[in-house]
Structures are given as structure tokens and as C-alpha cells.
């Protein structure tokens, strides 16, 4: 079964540093997203993107982060300048079609500790 | 605005015995429903949704949820529960009539099965 995949599955970096998460979405899908999960919380909507263009944000998704889609197969979320509090586990998802009936395919997620 | 409840953070079941795992919703109009585990370290796996219909889903596993539109929950169960079926077990929500791409999840309840 076609999978998401996610890299790296750990990214350590120093506040202030920039930081890039990668994930390949499952081929035929078309529209993708990013959730978070701090560690024994919730997971977090954070942004959805179709067409090379954000859908939708929550407000935890600030001037700091930003999405990409820089060729035909990766989707990537870039935290700029990362604070502490940035620290979770990141996933990326995404459907086929559009619509909330849709159920998404997680990656196995990227976690992010920020030192 | 959307919202998941998840009232019980653990649930323990013997080998055997059937199993219930408790969710309760708030939204707008009519919602869209799922079930979503997740084993240590991997991403979130779809269970089971519920769109229209048949108020009791089925889905993998064995798992089947019953939708109860006048107590607004969509508890999730099994008859028999397994072993493997311990892991982190996530509630969530979306709106046919809110963003196209916006899921709400529960905070999850922790299921253990003990042999």
C-alpha cells in the first residue's frame, strides 16, 4: 500500500536555527498537510496546501513557518528561526480529493527537538 | 466551533473482553467522523469513518463505531479485544460545511490490553 514517508524521523538544531521537514506525499494525492503533536498533547492541525497554495492555517501556523512544494513529489514545512516550544513531532498528510469526508494518510512523522 | 472529547486519557481491558472507547463531538450541522490509531513511533492510521448513513461504521481490525446523532458521540468498540490492539487511540471531527481541509482530533485515550 502507498505510503507517506517522512525525513529525517529526528532533526535536533539549536534555537534561532532555521529548520526544513520533508515529506514525500503518496503520488496520486493532491492535497497535503501538516499536523503537530507535542509530546503527551494532542495532535494539531497546522496547515493544509492544494494547487501551490495554503488552504487553510490554524493559529499556532505564524510568519515563522512556511510550506513548499518544490517539485513534483515533496512537500516541505520550514520553521525559520525555531524556539523551544517548537519541539513535537511533526506529521504530514495527505488525501486524494478534497473534502472532509476524506481520510488522510499520515507519515510516520519527523520529531523535532529544538536545544 | 469544532471540538472532540475524549473523556478517558486510559482504558485497560482484559484479552477477550469487549472493549468501548469513548468519544463525544461538537460541531456545526452535520459532522464528518473518524477513528485514527497510533502505534509508538508511527503516524496516525485511519480506522473508520462515519459520513452518512448506517449509524454503525465498520471498519479495520474489527473495530465498528455507532454514531448517536442526539448524544452527539461516535464511541468507538470491539467485541473481543486483542493484545495488539494496544496503542493510542484518536477521536476526530470535521464539518461539511467548514474549509475543505480542516480536522479536528481528540486529545486520544491510551488503550491497553492485558494478555
Given amino acids: 500500500e502507498p505510503e507517506v514517508t517522512q525525513t529525517p524521523s529526528h532533526q535536533v538544531t539549536q534555537m534561532g536555527q532555521e529548520v526544513i521537514l520533508r515529506c514525500v506525499p503518496i503520488s496520486n494525492h493532491l492535497y497535503f498537510y501538516w499536523y503537530r503533536q507535542i509530546l503527551g498533547q494532542k495532535v494539531e492541525f497546522l496547515v493544509s496546501f492544494y494547487n501551490n497554495e495554503i488552504s487553510e492555517k490554524s493559529e499556532i501556523f505564524d510568519d515563522q513557518f512556511s510550506v513548499e512544494r518544490p517539485d513534483g513529489s515533496n512537500f516541505t514545512l520550514k520553521i525559520r528561526s525555531t524556539k523551544l516550544e517548537d519541539s513535537a513531532m511533526y506529521f504530514c498528510a495527505s488525501t486524494e480529493g478534497a473534502g472532509n469526508n476524506q481520510p488522510q494518510h499520515f507519515g510516520d512523522g519527523t520529531r523535532l527537538s529544538i536545544l | ?115
Avoid at chain 2, 450541522?29 to 473508520?48: A, E, I, K, M, S
Avoid at chain 2, 442526539?70 to 495488539?84: D, E, I, Y
Wanted: charged content about 15%.
Fill in chain 2, 1 to 115: 466551533a469544532q471540538s472532540v472529547a475524549q473523556p478517558e486519557d486510559q482504558v485497560n481491558v482484559a484479552e477477550g473482553n469487549p472493549l468501548t472507547v469513548k468519544c463525544t463531538y461538537s460541531v456545526s450541522g452535520n459532522p464528518y467522523l473518524f477513528w485514527y490509531v497510533q502505534y509508538p513511533n508511527r503516524g496516525l492510521q485511519f480506522l473508520l469513518k462515519y459520513i452518512t448513513g448506517d449509524n454503525l461504521v465498520k471498519g479495520s481490525y474489527g473495530f465498528e463505531a455507532e454514531f448517536n446523532k442526539s448524544q452527539t458521540s461516535f464511541h468507538l468498540k470491539k467485541p473481543s479485544a486483542l493484545v495488539s490492539d494496544s496503542a493510542l487511540y484518536f477521536c476526530a471531527v470535521s464539518s461539511r460545511y467548514s474549509s475543505a481541509s480542516k480536522i479536528i482530533f481528540g486529545s486520544g485515550t491510551r488503550l491497553s490490553i492485558r494478555p
